[in-house]
């Protein structure tokens, strides 16, 4: 199996002013992020507009993922969970197909006091036996209300084909208990403030919003950390919590599309019902880029 | 406008074994129900397999529906909302194009922390403004997150195709203080152990899962109600609220399936990642069934 | 035993701007709810500033409540949890000997996790064992953060001491639950908004913050809804729920002791680190007071 | 000022099966306590049985940690957080006189609505203005219910006197704002699995259940961190994860107090309402102790 590890981007999906998604600027996204220090990108993650996605979309924009890539050393994980199994199943063979090394996968939430520990593990057990590519588990609970428990992610840990994990959830005791019993499990952080903490307990990298913008510090923090320079490492990272915090929890995608913009590269509008983010916004995100030396 | 009052029932999608719609059950049961003291039914509602449902598999069963009660008394709702703003509004002139008598609108939940006052406003006004039928508001915070504040709730009654809402909160005083503010909004019990005390304070109905199983002694309680027979009203009302809990919070749609199959329905599998429930549940609503003089 | 019903003032206790306890405003203020519809008062309830106050401060606030209400019709409760079972069983049997009719008791929260069924179970049926006087449990998750379960309640609904309860959660299903299960159940609606709806199922009452300074309408809701008058109970009911908001989960027991003093009792300032409410608070209950014909 | 850092335990009160304190016992714990790496013990902290203990009995503990540790290195910290202002103040300046370094407090939590960050600022700065010892804020939402907002810690920070902060809730996200924005604040892990992690970011100890009696492997964790051996530090964090949870979400103080026991302290039953563990919860813990190589 292949082993994942190490700096990827959510990337945000590219819209034209009518909501159309814009395919060149997707494009041409891409092809910027190429030159950055990542490993991949992760496409659609929660920063992706996931929702406002259709199927048919979804298929398209991995075609420009594997277009793009070809040839190149970046790699890109294919986000395929929906609510129904066997859809989540489909899109995930469809994902491997159109060649994504890795697909990282949302739980089903809507009926959240179904989702027991034996639904989740039926769902991920019968989504990996029938997956060509690995999966990874995606735990946001901000986003879909559900909080994988200790027990079913050490369970789900066990699948041969489930090698890991995003979570977005900064709960650093759950992750140390879960890389206590499962060493070998994959874990990236969710956010970029968590990254050197994450590290400090075993996990192997991040799939972090913020990864966008600024993947040139995120590497300090990574190299720094695996060279022992502990203190650089926490300077890094200590530098880019605001940031981080603006373009995730504070502004959410407008904000993260904006500062894209601000950065070199398409941002654009938000589909509807979100909205762009007003002139303040705007203001508090250009300072803190430039803080951070983005500018 | 239509002045809409009374019990509806939100009906299961039933499904074969291999997980493709049952189309016959489901006529079956919609005539089944015609016969039964209810005003209509809601398809689909959170009872329905809302999220496994494609838009083309929504759109076969409004047909269903307008067929079946053509020329009946029963009117259909048509559970419209999904996540992006245009998809919700195009879904709901469709529903609206096959017959439905108003819309039931889940909000877009998501990005929960962008679902703020504002952007919950422009979505269901614009949705309204486009919208041929009108518009009930579905506030069910346990599957999407998403608790209406009561501020939010007031300003949305003030359009004049927004008429009302559903609430599966059973939050009474929020209600009460909505009451106090829009008269003249329609508020539905979203679940079947509330009717009474919404009715108490100004409700005009309920929507609610056990109606699938139990008009007869819900329509009592509304009859006992608006003739001033209170106790007789507050008896049925208690002697439904195991049963309530054992077809909605309880086993969920797996339970109502199995319930409606000991009452002459057809219920089904559930479509996966739900399950059947096991047969120590199947006792309970077997004996459930059998106090409230169901079977 | 005796049997409780009715409506219950929890009543602030007042202090003098050093923060020490206005005992004569005290008594004062209890002279002049003798002549209120009410059918007693509740002290240390969550209005009282209870966790601010000694355990000898409380001895003297029953002492004032005997004193006062000797040969009037009214009847006293005492609030008398605390976090340690032995205390709280020794401060019961301290608000019996001076004259209380029953004791309204808190649950111990601090340790959340660990107040299970059992441990709960075990507190309460120790306590009732022990107290010379009927126990009624107090609900309030807002201020605990433990919300009782059905269970639970069912439980010790069956121990003959424990005759009912105050629940401030709201929970209309939860309550027709249980009083399906435990019919005799005394359960006391916990917030002025949620008293019609609580009456609907079967409540027999309400301990009720507004309750201090708005007895004529609530006793109004009780008279209309017990004599089938359901209209007259729910517009009266409607009209308190703004006034009702304002002084409890808006503005707290300081709005409570402003509203207070505006109808002709002593309110006073609170103990730090609650402070009194600002201008702009006092207008907000200014207009409610006068809405309501309350001043 | 002091310049607190290291590794903390917030010792348990041992009480006899009267429930009457055991001081005897608790001099021989803390002697045990004196020849650990451990730079000193809080009193009381939340595993001290915190809420079941009357101000009487806290003096009486004070003044047995200032004279079992007199002459040694090690330091006391005193609990002094209640929930009124006034008790709080008086209390820290008792235990400046009984000899403590500095106070550790709660946040007032009873009226969860009303401590608003102007309210918990306001009672914060009163306290320190009025402490002669440095104060260290509390964060234990799991017990508090409330979790302070990062511009209230920010504000907090800036008083000359408050100087750091316990935090139990385990948000490395939010420390790392924190110590962005106020780099000389001490903030300490509140749960064994989070201390590196924590000290990653920048803190500066522990101050942690576990403490009690795993102090030597604490003390590897901060000693191989501190000289750059992380494979080191993560290893011993990792193995003692499962113990850490032991003692304290799952089995609670019962179960901290048992594993004492099995080390050579004396544990002895806590008060009611919390009970001794069971027979399955020690099996558990007689494992996890052995494969820490505790006993």
Request: charged share 20%; glycine share 6%; proline share 18%.
């Given at each position: 199996m292949i082993d994942l590890s190490g700096l990827y981007a959510p990337v945000p999906t590219p819209f034209h002013e009518d909501e159309r998604i814009a395919f060149d600027h997707f494009e041409a996204n891409l092809q910027r992020w190429?030159?950055?220090?990542?490993d991949g990108v992760v496409?659609?993650?929660?920063?992706?507009?996931i929702p406002y996605l259709t199927d048919e979309e979804k298929l398209h924009l991995w075609a420009a993922c594997a277009n793009v890539f070809q040839g190149s050393s970046k790699q890109w994980i294919a986000g395929t969970g929906v609510e129904r199994t066997a859809d989540t199943i489909h899109l995930t063979q469809e994902a491997a197909r159109a060649g994504a090394i890795a697909a990282l996968v949302l739980p089903p939430s809507y009926y959240k006091r179904a989702m027991t520990h034996e639904v989740l593990v039926r769902h991920y057990t019968s989504l990996a036996d029938q997956s060509p590519i690995p999966i990874l588990v995606y735990n946001i609970p901000a986003y879909t209300g559900i909080d994988f428990e200790l027990k079913t992610l050490v369970q789900l840990a066990?699948?041969?084909?489930?090698m890991g994990m995003k979570d977005s959830s900064s709960n650093v005791v759950k992750m140390a208990a879960l890389l206590k019993a499962r060493p070998g499990f994959k874990v990236f952080a969710g956010t970029g403030s968590a990254l050197l903490p994450y590290l400090s307990i075993g996990a192997v990298g991040g799939v972090m919003a913020v990864a966008n913008i600024a993947a040139v510090p995120l590497r300090r923090i990574l190299d720094a950390f695996q060279a022992g320079r502990l203190d650089e490492a926490r300077q890094v990272q200590l530098s880019l919590v605001e940031l981080n915090s603006a373009v995730t929890t504070r502004y959410g995608v407008p904000g993260l599309k904006y500062a894209m913009e601000q950065v070199g590269f398409y941002g654009g509008p938000p589909r509807l019902p979100l909205l762009r983010i007003d002139v303040e916004a705007q203001s508090v995100i250009d300072v803190l880029l430039e803080e951070a030396g983005l500018v």
């Open positions: 190429i030159s950055q220090p990542l496409m659609p993650g929660s920063n992706s507009e066990e699948h041969p084909d489930i």
